[in-house]
C-alpha cells in the first residue's frame, strides 16, 4: 500500500509501526477504540458510581456496595472510543524554505502528515486532513483505513507552497467545522503573530479539541548561518532586506527565542501540546520522540 | 599670494579624487550576495527602521569617506593662511636676475635690474634681528661680494647689493633656485620665503629645470615680475666670431668671421667696431634685415706674433646686453719652409708658399737644402717638403729620420720630382699612401676634391660648401694606393688619389702622387693653388690651442682641476681681477677677453654677450616651467613699497593643514566607528512587555 506514495514510503511506515498517538483528554469517536471517550459505557475501565434510578438495568446495581452501605449504586464503566483526528498542514510559501535542513519544511511537514495518518489508522483511530494557508485550501474528512487515507496521501504530494498564512484564520474555520471533540494536529512554521496563533489554539481548546502542534522550522532559521553583507527576499511577500549578518546574528536569535517562548507558553496556556521540531531532525526519530514510549 | 594659499597646489587638483567614493557607491558597490528567506518578521521586531537606519548608514559613511579624502588631500595641499597667526623668525631669499635681459629699461627709466635691486634693498631694510636674509643672483657674478648663506649683518647684505651689476649673460634659473633652497636647509626660522625679482624672460624661465631639490615644507615662493614695456625696436646681437682654422702668422692679414642676428621685426642698421689688443681699431656699417643672421667678413691687418685678440661691439641699436665680443687667437712668427731638394724639383710650390721669397705676403718662408742633410736640418722648421727621390738611397735610414720628425710634431710633404725621372726606393710600413707606377694622359684627366671638408679648402670653398677647383687637368701621375689610415683629399674622378693626408705621430704627412708642375697638371696654373699651397702648409687639423671661447654665462670648462688656485684677468673688454679656486667661479658674466692664471700655466677665455638675452618675449601668464614643481605664485612687481608690505603680510602665517589633519583623523574614525557597528541586541524588555500583554488579553 505505501510503496506507491512519496512522503510515506515502506521503511518509513515500517519504522512507524510501534507508535501510537494518544490524547489527553476525551474524545468522541464513532467507533470502540483506545482513547477515553466523555461518555460512560460498557468496557473494562471503572469510572464512578451514581444513584440507581428508575429505568437502569438493575443488572447494573453494585451489590457488594449495596451490602455494605444499604444504598443502591450503580457502577459507570468510562466509554472506549476512537479518535478522530484532524491533521492542518500550513501550505503557505513560507514552508517552501530549505537551507539547513534536507528537506524542506514542506516536504518535512509532509512527511510528519503522511507519518501521523499511518500511525493513527494503524491504531483504529481515523485520520482527516486539512491544507491551509490564507484560508482552508483542500479538506478530505477523516478517514479510517490505509485504502482511505490514498487521497489524502497524493494530495500532500501536489501541495505546491503559496501564498501567505493565515494559520489563526484556518484554526477558527476549523474549531467551528468539527462537531465532535476530535484530535487537531498543526504542522506549521507557524510564522505569524504568536497571539493570532494562540487565539486560533484557544477556540479548539474552547471547543474540547484536543491540539497538537508540530512546529517545523529550518535550523537557518533559528540561528542565522551566514555572514557578510546579504540582502535577503521573504518568500512570501517578496519583500526585500539588506542585512549584515554579523552585525545583526546574536539579536536575531534572541528574537527568535522570544517568538518560541511565547508560542510555546501560549500552547501552555491554552493546554495545547507544542512540539519545536528542526528539520534536520529525521521524520521517523521526530515521531519517536514525541509518541514513542517514554 | 592671497591671503589664503595652498602651498602644494598639486594636491588641489586631485580634488575630484573626493568623489571616489560616491562613484565606487554607485559604480563599483558591493554586490549583495541575494538571499531567499522564510521571513522577515524577526528582523522587523529586532527593529522596524532597520533598513531605513542601514540606508542612513551608508550615507553617512559615505560622506565621512568622502571628507576624509577631501581633508587629507586640502592638508596635503598645506593651506597656509598669510595674514593670520604667529609671526616667527623669517629668513628669506631674494633670487636676483642679473641676467643680460635685465639691462632692459623699466617703467620708470631706470633698467629693470636697478629696480629690481632697489626692491630688494627695501626688504632688507626691513628685516629685524632675528630675521635672516641671503642674495642669489640668477648669473654668478665674481664681483658680487655675496654673504655666505643667511646673513642678519644688513650692511654685508647691502654692500653687496651695491655690488650687483649688469651683466651680458643668459643664467641659469635651475642653479639659483637650488641655491636658494639649499639656503634654507639649516636654518632654525619658521618661516621661509623666496623672492625672486625677474624679467621673466622666456629664454630662462620656459626652460624645464633638471634635478631642482625639493624646499622645506612651508616655504613660500614668491615671484616678481618687473615689467618690459620699453622693448627694443632694434636690435642685433653678436652671435660668433670665427678665425680660420688654421696657423696664424704675423705678417699675414687675418679674415674675421662675424655672425649677426637681428632678434627684432624691422631691418636694422647698426655700425661694427672692432679693435685689436694694439689699438688698431676700424668699423663697419652692417643692415641686417628683420630676424635674419648675416655673416660679416672683417680683414685684420697684420700682428705681431704672441697671443692677440680682437674687441667687437655693435652700436646703433636699442639693446646692448647682446652687442660685445671677444676673440683671441695666437699668432705665430713667420714659418719656415724647409724643401729638401733642388727649387725645380717641386716645380711652382715654393712660388706659391712665399712669392716674394722671404715671406712678406704669406708670412712663410721658404729654405732649400740637400736631400741628404735632411737628417741634420730637419729642426730648421716644422714643415718639409720631400720628394720620393730623396728616399731612393739610403731609405730605410732617411724613412726613420722622417719618421721621428712627424712623431715630434712636423708636418712634411712628399711629391714627385719635377723635371726628373721618378725613382722609389723601400717604402716602409707606417707609410699608408704607397705610389704606383708613373701613367700618363695626353688629353689630361680631371683632377677632383675627394674630402671637400678639409681646412686646405677653407679659403676657396664657396656658400653651398664647393670647392672652386674647377677643370684642372692631370697629364702625369703616380695614382696612390691609400690604406685607410690615409685620407684622400685630391684625386681623379674614378677615385684614385693623387694627394693624401696620413697622421703620424703628433705630426701630418702629405703624399702627393703628382708634382706641382705645370708639366704635370694645370692646378698650379690655377689662382686657388697658392691658397691651397699655403693651407698646405698652414693646416693643422685637431691642434690643441688655449683658448676657450664662451657666451658670458656659459660654464667655465678649462682643462684644469676644480680646486686649482687661479687667477682670473680681464685683458679687455669688462675689468676683472679675482683670486680664488676654479670651482668658485662657475662663469664670467661679462664680454670680455680673460687670462686664467694657474701655477702651471695660462689659458684664455674669449667670452662674447649671450644673444639670446636679445630676445624680446617674456612669460605673461602665472606657469614657470623654469621653476618645475616648485609651488609659486607670481605677481607683477608694484615697485619696492608693494614689495615690502607683501614681505611683512608674509611674516605672519596660519598653517591649516594640522587641523585639516585632524579633521581627516575625525571622518576616519567616525567611518571606522559607522563601518564596523557593535551587533545589535534584542529590545529583550520591550518584546518581553509585549508578549505578557498579549497573553493576558488571550487569557482574559
Same mark, same amino acid.
Given at each position: ?137 483542500? +479538506? ?64 479548539? +481548546? ?50 527568535? +527565542? ?16 507544542? +512540539? ?19 | ?295 660679416? *667678413? ?74 741628404? *742633410? ?301 563601518? *564596523? ?24
Amino acid at each position: 500500500m505505501t510503496a506507491a506514495y512519496k512522503f510515506l514510503p515502506p521503511e518509513l511506515a515500517d519504522r512507524l509501526r510501534g507508535l501510537g498517538v494518544t490524547v489527553r483528554r476525551p474524545v468522541e469517536g464513532g467507533l470502540q477504540g483506545l482513547h477515553r471517550s466523555p461518555h460512560h459505557g460498557a468496557s473494562v475501565e471503572f469510572a464512578d458510581y451514581r444513584e440507581y434510578t428508575r429505568g437502569d438495568p438493575p443488572n447494573r446495581i453494585d451489590w457488594a456496595v449495596y451490602a455494605r452501605t444499604d444504598r443502591h449504586v450503580i457502577r459507570r464503566y468510562q466509554e472506549e472510543t476512537n479518535v478522530r483526528a484532524y491533521i492542518l498542514v500550513d501550505t503557505s510559501e513560507s514552508m517552501a524554505f530549505r537551507d539547513a535542513g534536507k528537506l524542506s519544511k514542506m516536504d518535512y511537514a509532509c512527511h510528519l502528515a503522511a507519518g501521523l495518518m499511518f500511525v493513527l489508522v494503524n491504531q483504529s483511530d481515523a485520520a482527516g486532513l486539512t491544507l491551509f494557508n490564507d484560508a482552508v485550501q483542500k +479538506q478530505f474528512p477523516p478517514a479510517s483505513s490505509l485504502g482511505s487515507l490514498r487521497p489524502m496521501l497524493l494530495a500532500l504530494e501536489e501541495i505546491k507552497p503559496s501564498g501567505r498564512s493565515k494559520i489563526d484564520k484556518a484554526l477558527h474555520t476549523l474549531a467551528e467545522q468539527i462537531q465532535r471533540r476530535s484530535l487537531v494536529i498543526l504542522i506549521s512554521d507557524l510564522l505569524q503573530n504568536p497571539a493570532d496563533t494562540i487565539r486560533g489554539i484557544r477556540h479548539l +481548546q474552547h471547543n474540547k479539541h484536543e491540539v497538537l502542534v508540530l512546529h517545523t522550522l529550518d535550523a537557518a532559521e533559528i540561528n542565522l548561518n551566514f555572514s557578510g553583507f546579504t540582502e535577503l527576499r521573504e518568500l512570501e511577500t517578496g519583500a526585500r532586506l539588506p542585512v549584515h549578518a554579523d552585525e545583526i546574528r546574536d539579536a536575531y536569535a534572541a528574537e527568535v +527565542q522570544k517568538f518560541l517562548d511565547e508560542l510555546r507558553r501560549g500552547c501552555l496556556g491554552s493546554l495545547a501540546d507544542y +512540539q519545536l521540531i528542526d528539520t534536520r531532525t529525521p521524520v521517523e526519530e521526530a515521531l519517536h520522540a514525541k509518541f514513542g514510549q517514554p | 599670494m592671497t591671503g589664503l594659499t595652498a602651498l602644494n597646489p598639486l594636491f588641489l587638483s586631485l580634488l575630484p579624487l573626493a568623489a571616489l567614493p560616491v562613484v565606487f557607491h554607485f559604480f563599483f558597490r558591493l554586490k549583495k550576495s541575494p538571499r531567499v528567506f522564510s521571513t522577515l518578521m524577526f528582523f522587523d521586531r529586532i527593529d522596524p527602521k532597520l533598513n531605513a537606519r542601514r540606508r542612513l548608514r551608508e550615507w553617512l559613511i559615505l560622506l565621512l569617506r568622502t571628507l576624509l579624502i577631501l581633508f587629507l588631500l586640502l592638508a596635503l595641499a598645506h593651506p597656509v593662511w598669510f595674514g593670520l597667526g604667529k609671526q616667527g623668525t623669517v629668513a628669506v631669499a631674494l633670487v636676483i636676475d642679473n641676467s643680460g635681459s635685465m639691462r632692459g629699461t623699466g617703467e620708470d627709466g631706470r633698467t629693470k635690474l636697478k629696480e629690481a635691486v632697489d626692491a630688494a634693498r627695501g626688504i632688507i631694510g626691513q628685516l629685524r634681528d632675528r630675521d635672516r636674509a641671503g642674495i642669489i643672483l640668477l648669473v654668478d657674478d665674481p664681483v658680487v661680494p655675496l654673504p655666505a648663506g643667511l646673513s642678519s649683518d644688513k650692511s654685508a647684505l647691502r654692500n653687496a647689493l651695491d655690488h650687483i651689476g649688469e651683466t651680458e649673460a643668459g643664467g641659469s634659473v635651475a642653479a639659483a633656485m637650488a641655491r636658494a633652497v639649499n639656503l634654507f636647509k639649516d636654518s632654525d626660522a619658521t618661516h621661509f620665503e623666496i623672492h625672486i625679482l625677474s624679467d621673466l624672460q622666456q629664454e630662462k624661465w620656459n626652460q624645464p629645470p633638471v634635478d631642482l631639490p625639493p624646499p622645506r615644507a612651508g616655504t613660500s615662493i614668491v615671484v616678481h615680475r618687473l615689467p618690459s614695456p620699453n622693448l627694443a625696436k632694434s636690435n642685433v646681437g653678436i652671435t660668433g666670431v670665427r678665425v680660420p682654422a688654421k696657423i696664424i702668422l704675423s705678417g699675414r692679414r687675418l679674415p674675421l668671421e662675424v655672425q649677426l642676428a637681428s632678434t627684432t621685426a624691422g631691418e636694422s642698421r647698426v655700425r661694427l667696431n672692432w679693435q685689436t689688443d694694439s689699438g688698431g681699431s676700424s668699423s663697419d656699417e652692417v643692415v641686417v634685415p628683420a630676424h635674419a643672421e648675416k655673416t660679416v *667678413n672683417l680683414t685684420l691687418e697684420s700682428q705681431s706674433a704672441g697671443f692677440r685678440w680682437v674687441g667687437l661691439k655693435i652700436e646703433g641699436d636699442d639693446f646692448d646686453a647682446d652687442n660685445r665680443a671677444f676673440i683671441g687667437f695666437n699668432c705665430e712668427e713667420k714659418k719656415s719652409v724647409v724643401f729638401a731638394g733642388k727649387p725645380n724639383e717641386f716645380g711652382q710650390l715654393p712660388l706659391a708658399i712665399s712669392p716674394t721669397g722671404e715671406g712678406k705676403l704669406s708670412g712663410l718662408i721658404p729654405s732649400f737644402i740637400d736631400a741628404a *742633410n735632411f737628417a741634420n736640418d730637419q729642426s730648421a722648421g716644422n714643415f718639409v717638403a720631400l720628394t720620393w727621390n730623396s728616399f731612393t738611397t739610403d731609405s730605410e735610414a732617411r724613412w726613420a729620420v722622417l719618421k721621428k720628425f712627424l712623431d715630434a710634431g712636423g708636418s712634411a710633404l712628399i711629391v714627385p720630382a719635377a723635371g726628373a725621372p721618378a725613382q722609389f726606393g723601400s717604402v716602409p710600413d707606417w707609410l699608408a699612401s704607397v705610389p704606383g707606377g708613373l701613367q700618363s694622359a695626353t688629353n689630361g684627366l680631371a683632377l677632383t676634391v675627394l674630402d671637400k671638408s678639409h681646412a686646405m679648402f677653407n679659403e676657396i670653398r664657396d656658400e653651398t660648401g664647393g670647392v672652386g677647383l674647377h677643370n684642372v687637368k692631370v697629364f702625369q701621375f703616380f695614382p696612390l694606393r691609400a690604406a685607410p689610415a690615409a685620407t684622400p683629399v685630391l684625386g681623379l674622378e674614378d677615385g684614385r688619389a693623387l694627394l693624401t693626408e696620413q697622421k703620424v705621430g703628433k705630426g701630418h704627412l702629405f703624399a702627393s702622387g703628382i708634382a706641382f708642375d705645370s708639366a704635370w697638371s694645370t692646378l698650379t696654373l690655377k689662382p686657388a693653388f697658392i691658397a691651397l699651397a699655403q693651407n698646405l702648409v698652414l693646416t693643422q687639423t685637431g691642434a690643441e690651442t688655449n683658448i676657450v671661447p664662451l657666451a658670458a654665462g656659459e660654464p667655465l670648462r678649462l682643462a684644469l682641476p676644480a680646486d686649482t688656485a687661479v687667477q682670473v684677468q680681464s685683458l679687455g673688454g669688462s675689468p676683472l681681477d679675482w683670486k680664488g679656486t676654479l670651482s668658485q667661479i662657475a662663469t664670467l658674466p661679462r664680454a670680455g677677453i680673460y687670462a686664467v692664471r694657474s701655477e702651471k700655466e695660462t689659458s684664455f677665455v674669449a667670452v662674447r654677450s649671450s644673444e639670446k638675452e636679445g630676445r624680446q618675449q617674456f612669460v605673461s601668464g602665472g606657469a614657470l616651467p623654469g621653476l618645475g614643481q616648485l609651488v609659486y605664485s607670481v605677481k607683477d612687481f608694484g615697485g619696492g613699497d608693494a614689495l615690502v608690505s607683501e614681505f611683512k603680510r608674509l611674516e605672519k602665517s596660519l598653517d591649516l593643514s594640522p587641523l585639516l589633519l585632524l579633521l581627516a583623523l575625525l571622518a576616519l574614525a567616525g567611518e571606522g566607528w559607522l563601518a *564596523n557597528p557593535l551587533p545589535l541586541k534584542a529590545k529583550s524588555a520591550v518584546a518581553t512587555k509585549t508578549f505578557a500583554k498579549e497573553e493576558n488579553a488571550a487569557r482574559r
